[in-house]
């Protein structure tokens, strides 16, 4: 009789933790569905005409406000005059469909250390001749892939030592219609020297 209720209990034993395995991931798969989950886009949208308009307004400095492609939208824009370079630079990021992004910075009275630094690892590769001005194009000496935000550089030096970056990952097209743009808004301001 006590073979017989060892065993019964040994299947017991195996049967009640098959059984409390199965609660155990029922009550996971339960609590994975019924919790609400946010599903939006977690970088939000920055109103970039008014932030560059007072940046312009604020500092000075002829900020350029870039009108974008359509379906194109700001995640962030911003000057920052107390960098520890001390060029005043004027940032921007735009965001495109899918996986498009192009990024903008205006660097002002900006040393050629800074302009240095900003291509290390890139080697001029082309130009680019808008309406008004020439425009270099570095890229990245190391092929990433995926590409990155900086292995494609437009760089415009439209006066003196103020430079125009731009770079990303988006289309020929998208860029150029980006360089029109900058091109168009910075030859309607009056340049004195």
Not at 123 to 145: A, F, L, Q, R
């Amino acid at each position: 009789m006590s073979d017989s209720a060892a065993r019964h209990r040994a299947r017991q034993t195996v049967i009640n933790l098959c059984l409390a395995l199965a609660a155990s991931i029922g009550l996971v798969v339960t609590l994975v569905l019924i919790v609400p989950r946010d599903d939006s886009n977690r970088i939000k949208e920055v109103d970039y005409p008014t932030i560059s308009q007072k940046a312009k307004v604020d500092s000075g400095f002829e900020v350029i406000t870039i009108t974008p492609p359509t379906n194109w939208w700001s995640n962030n824009a911003a000057l920052t005059t107390n960098n520890v370079d001390t060029v005043p630079v004027f940032k921007a990021g735009f965001v495109g469909s899918d996986i498009k992004y192009i990024g903008y910075t205006q660097a002002f009275n900006a040393n050629p250390t800074w302009l240095a630094l900003s291509l290390n690892g890139k080697v001029i590769t082309g130009e680019y001749s808008s309406k008004h001005y020439k425009w270099d194009i570095y890229e990245s000496v190391v092929k990433n892939d995926p590409k990155k935000t900086m292995d494609y550089i437009m760089v415009l030096n439209h006066k003196d030592q103020d430079y125009v970056l731009l770079y990303g990952v988006a289309d020929q097209s998208e860029f150029k219609t980006f360089v029109d743009s900058i091109d168009k808004e910075i030859w309607s301001v009056p340049q004195i020297d």
